[in-house]
């Protein structure tokens, strides 16, 4: 249903997408996940034939975005990352406009207007104006926008970023009843948001695809990496030597209490739970233990995980080394 | 063309849902209404004057002619405000994602923010019926005069109207484009003066591109073709230049 080939956009001399090519199948749910700046924005907005890639072809429901624009845009509903709204219209005017300008019918205008405020649950805010809305209705309203012309195809940017919890479940079962009629594309920068809703993830960083995957297999290959996180109340290099006799864990990195409690990061082999074994050897010893918790991997990790996976079991927590800062060198060229 | 007219529709709500519309339209009543009493006294008094020498007084020539020339200056302040929202604010406010992602050309989006501009600056001149009225009730001028009149003035609009939404496609800063507009309608509205400096022909060609010159024989009753061409090409080039630069900043990103 939606092609990428080998898109590459640049923005000067930025590199924003490198080199990026996946199909969706119709019906899918895909997920489009990567960090902020990961190029998710840029990609979605050469799919919509909102912007033209620098190299490569973006095709959807058969037809290519740069070729026959039109006719891929009749079939693709987009919701930007922030909401298109105008902020002196009314919702439903809003509504309204949109219907006429995607090329609804005109005998079809009012039901459809209707059909998707009752379908995004905006009806009581029909008559408000746009400006006025909170984020929650923001978003509904942009996700409504999108439904008007009943496109094959959705391409949603970040729907449930800035939604508070009940909204973001609400927004969920909102796209997943979509599915099935519709080929759905959505971005995010959360690693449970693509668990929750995604048949299958796209994973970039820095303009490029790291991995495609379902779910559960990136979860399964992430969980190798999840470490614990200890507060213990003892000497450091005792703490340290104490945790690593532990069966079954695989790493230990301390960090200096100074003169206090001190903070201990544990691996363990293949994901272990070595959570009991653990306290026992604090608590045997006579030390504190105030705190044992799993240590969530940030998004930045997972990458670095699913990078360098291969070559070696990555430390988590420890960022690459930043690469060397340019214009050190313009001193001595002046010279 | 359902599009167009539904993007046109939008625009002209847009302008008359905020204060913009009453604004723009309560300042030109008030700009217009005061050369009108100006140049209504001048030509009372001259043609005290004149009717007391024996020469006969004509009210289009006199009076209307120079009114409209007046309204054409009003009109050069006023429709860079109305034009400098046309692009730059969908381009700030993000809403140009919305239509740039919909089943459109980009010409029918331009023909439809050049509509509905050009509807709210016939709304300004629809005020200026009422002044004119007046004159028929009391004088009776010729119609034919009045009538090109003001089918100059919505052509020369049209004109600066092109040239606004270029310059608003260019920049997501509204006032840096009213700026920029103005800047710019002022050079063609003055491009002329320094003619009669230059050589023959750098003379007609100067003349020749000044939007104000092609008014004076709409304002005086005659339809020249040579000005319909002036002014039709111009608005043509200047919505072409448009879509080059939607076009331009679509791949530029
Ligand atoms: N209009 C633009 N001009 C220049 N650089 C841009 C522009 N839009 C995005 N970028 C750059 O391209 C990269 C990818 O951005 P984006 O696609 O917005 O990422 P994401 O949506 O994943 O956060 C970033 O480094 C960003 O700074
Ligand atoms: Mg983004």
Redesign the interface.
Known sequence: MIEVQHVTKRYGPVTAVDDISFRVERGEILGFLGPNGAGKTTTMRIITGYMPPTEGRAIVAGFDVLEQPIEAKRRTGYLPETPPLYPDMRVSEYLTFVAKVKGVARSQVKARVDGVMERTRIADVARRQCGQLSKGYRQRVGLAQALLHDPEVLILDEPTAGLDPKQIIETRQLIKALAGDHTIVLSTHILPEVSQTCQRVVIINKGRVVAVDTPENLTARVRGSEAMYLQVDGPGPDVSAALTQVPGVSGVTLNDGAGGPVSVEVTSEDGRDVRRELASAVVSRGWGLLELRPMRLSLEEIFLHLTTEDTTAAEPGVAPPEPPQPGQEEETTHA | M??VL??A??EV??YF??PIAYVFIGFFALLFGYFFVALLSFFTSQSMQMSMMGAPVNVNQQLITPLFLNTSVVVLFVLPSITMRTYAEEKR?????????????DMQIILGKFIGAMTLYAALLAVTVVHIGVLFWKGNPEVLPVLTGYLGLLLMGGCFVSVGLLISSLTKNQIVAAMVTFAVFLLLWVIDWISQFTGPLAQQVLTYLSVTQHLDDFTRGVVDTKHLVYYVSFMAFGLFLTARSVDTE????
């Open positions: 359902r599009n539904a993007i529709h939008k709500k847009a849902d905020s406010s993000g809403t140009i994602e919305l239509l740039l992602t919909s089943p459109l050309t679509r791949w530029r990103g």
